[in-house]
């Protein structure tokens, strides 16, 4: 089911390229960043609007430094208002690291001999779902490599085998897959495994430089990879997430290629990316890429906090990559999820020994926060974040367009910081040491107290209570 170059003849006509780098320059050439326009974006997006590209391309242009801290104060008030408090937590399993592509970028790349190559057994991949299930994780990414072994019946299968897994009360609720684009059949067979969001990231939409950073393999189709989710909507799989790899190309240009990217979907099949990923280059084995775009820390908390305020729905996810001081900053901004107790080590998570010891040689790039999970969790309640589990939405159906109905009017805060508590409150339960669980409790009776004395506040109190007795999965 993985590319074939027959097969890629697009007869749908939803399915050609729409990513116009002319469009996207004119756009940023011609933007005029006056205050009071930057003010009226910022005012447009506040309202829950998202904005157009040329809107856009003024926050990118505006330089100024009360501009930009206009912008990110923006940026975090709309957070508040769309997602409240909450903070999405989850964690990235590598299944197999084989692959036939030669990025530069990518430690992965098919030339580097000294990469040890490694499939998970089944055997290896249930150990690895327990350690993650004995430290509390319940929310979990898949990720591959792009070769023939890991094609949609073999991400199927290892998605069947992480959902079987419990070890004591842990289970894993969502499986997310990062991995290589199917054909329309292919994502129809992983559709069927019940998985949840579908991630595939363009790396750089400025098709020139993508050439230039894809030497080799089937990733080097261009237009192959940017239609890839479209296959995967038309497969029924409604819940997808897209992304950039900052530093390959101009910050500005790919900030403005991932909200053209968004449009696309919204005028095509009426729902936007569930997620949109920002990743910075980060060291690997045989790293060889032109430096000149690398983005500093200053033009990053920058970009999020325009993405935020450019899809003011659109979930923005943040990993491990970045270290802690920046993640922490960076929350403020917009981010809806992040990853927490990270090992990207091939079968990591279940090796005992030298857990923050990282072997590069068996790793795509370097991560720069080491926090376990409980260490994260406690980070987030002594800021006031409520760390979340919830896969509550995933399992009612509300996704894609549904998820859109649900989200617009506001209900995101609404029914999701509840949901948050719910499986905050399983944690402290189930994993928390005694210090982690006498905060976390503290802040859900502070976050209860924020609430409107009404039946749902009952209903959620009872819930709590039915948490502590043992009771699980509950949600709204």
Known sequence: MLFKPEKLKIKDQRMKPFMDSEE???FIHNARPTKERVREIIAKSLDKQRLKLEETAI?????????????????????????????????????????????AYCGFKSTNKA???????????????KALEDAGQKRLILVYGEHPKYNA??????????????????????????????????????????????????????????????????KRNFEWRLTSLDRAQEAGIDDVGIGALF?????????????????????????????????????????????SHIVSDAEFTRLVAILRLAVPYTGLILTAREPSAVRDEILQFGVSQIDGG???????YAKKENAEAQNIDLEQFQINDNRSLNQIMEELIQHEYIPSFCTSCYRRGRTGEHFMEFSVPGFIKRFCQPNA???????????????????????????????????????LVEKLEQVKEGKRDLYF
């Open 24 to 26: 996207i320059w004119s």
């Open 59 to 103: 926050l990118v242009q505006a330089d100024d430094p009360e501009l930009v801290e206009e912008i990110k104060q923006g940026a975090k008030i709309l957070k508040e208002k769309v997602y409240g408090q909450r903070i999405v937590l989850f964690a990235p399993l590598y299944i197999g690291n084989m692959c036939i592509n030669t990025c």
């Open 115 to 129: 990469i040890s190559r490694i499939t998970l057994s089944k055997e290896e991949l249930v150990a690895q779902v």
């Open 153 to 218: 019946e073999f991400i199927a299968e290892t998605v069947g085998i992480v959902y079987s897994v419990r070890s004591g009360p842990g289970e894993i609720r969502r499986v997310n897959i990062n991995a290589a684009p199917m054909d329309i059949d292919g994502f129809r067979i992983i559709k069927d495994s019940k998985i949840g969001t579908y991630q595939i990231f363009q790396e750089t939409y400025h098709e020139e430089t993508y050439a230039k950073v894809h030497l080799g393999g089937i």
């Open 247 to 291: 530093g390959l190309y101009d910050w500005r240009f790919e900030v403005l290629g991932l909200v053209r990217h968004t449009n696309h979907f919204e005028a095509v099949y009426n729902v936007g990316p569930h997620t949109i990923s920002f990743p910075r280059i980060q060291y690997a084995s045989q790293l060889n890429i032109d430096k």
């Open 342 to 348: 990270t090992n990207i080590e091939m079968g990591g």
């Open 421 to 459: 508590l719910l499986t905050l409150a399983e944690y402290l339960e189930d994993y928390a040491p005694e210090g982690t669980r006498e905060m976390g409790y503290r802040l859900i009776e502070k976050k209860l107290g924020e609430m409107d004395q009404d039946d749902f506040k009952q209903n």
